[in-house]
């Protein structure tokens, strides 16, 4: 089916390690999103990208790093691990013209540091 | 910049009850769209409506409406006659820009439905 794809669904990290999210969509979506969501809480931007090798922060990008190397990947990077960035990680995609459905959001990455 | 206020953090209502969802934004864009999404026990985000700013039409799908007004910067969302399966976390998300991109999300309402 068409859509966002995360992976992995879940992880437990210790501090200080590193990994990458996995994020591709192929509905040839322009915006591409990553977003965090603690407990309780509603999501706030961590990075986004309109376009292939374009990035900007977004209102959370401490600790983070992006890239988009294609129309279809956006990859979240992880460096140095810290129990704050303990979180369900979303990632999402959506045109930069009018379109009937807004965001598509992938199923999510919960992400444990310890 | 962007704002999106959800004042009540969690509602409690027994099946069949109505129950609305209040959502406030703040925005200096006269161009802009809102957004409600539904969060499950399941995780996943679910899409239910997206209006633009130039459209205050109230909005009705099912047992599902939305009522839109500038005038008090307000986007509230309506379930009637509520079911179990509409127990989740809503969410009120408002664009960052002119065409629905970057969405500020309110931090949520938590919705029970007892039977």
């Known amino acids: 089916n068409a859509g966002v794809t995360q992976t992995p669904k879940f992880r437990i990290l210790k501090i200080g390690q590193s990994m990458t999210l996995q994020c591709a969509q192929d509905?040839?979506?322009?915006?591409m999103y990553w977003y965090r969501q603690d407990p309780g809480m509603g999501l706030k931007l961590i990075y986004y990208?309109?376009?292939?090798?374009?990035?900007d922060k977004g209102e959370v990008p401490n600790g983070y790093n992006v890239s988009r190397s294609t129309t279809e990947d956006f990859p979240l990077r992880l460096e140095l691990a810290a129990p704050s960035q303990t979180s369900v990680y979303f990632c999402?995609?959506?045109?930069?013209?009018?379109?009937?459905?807004?965001?598509?959001f992938g199923s999510g990455t919960r992400l444990t540091v310890v | 910049a962007q704002k999106v206020t959800q004042a009540q953090t969690e509602i409690s209502v027994v099946e069949k009850e109505d129950v609305t969802l209040d959502c406030v934004y703040e925005?200096?864009?006269?161009?802009?769209?809102l957004f409600w999404y539904k969060q499950p026990p399941s995780g996943e985000l679910v899409f239910l409506i997206r209006?633009?700013?130039?459209?205050?039409q109230n909005e009705i799908s099912g047992r599902y409406s939305w009522n839109f007004q500038k005038s008090t910067s307000s986007f509230n969302f309506t379930i009637t006659a509520s079911q179990v399966v509409d127990s989740a976390v809503y969410f009120c998300?408002?664009?960052?820009?002119?065409?629905?991109?970057?969405?500020?999300f309110g931090a949520g309402t938590i919705l029970r439905v007892k039977s």
């Open positions: 999402a995609s959506s045109y930069s013209l009018e379109g009937p459905y807004g965001y598509t």
């Open positions: 509905m040839n979506h322009n915006y």
């Open positions: 990208s309109v376009g292939a090798g374009i990035t």
């Open positions: 925005t200096r864009d006269t161009t802009y769209y």
């Open positions: 209006r633009n700013s130039f459209d205050e």
């Open positions: 998300a408002l664009s960052e820009d002119g065409y629905g991109n970057k969405l500020v």
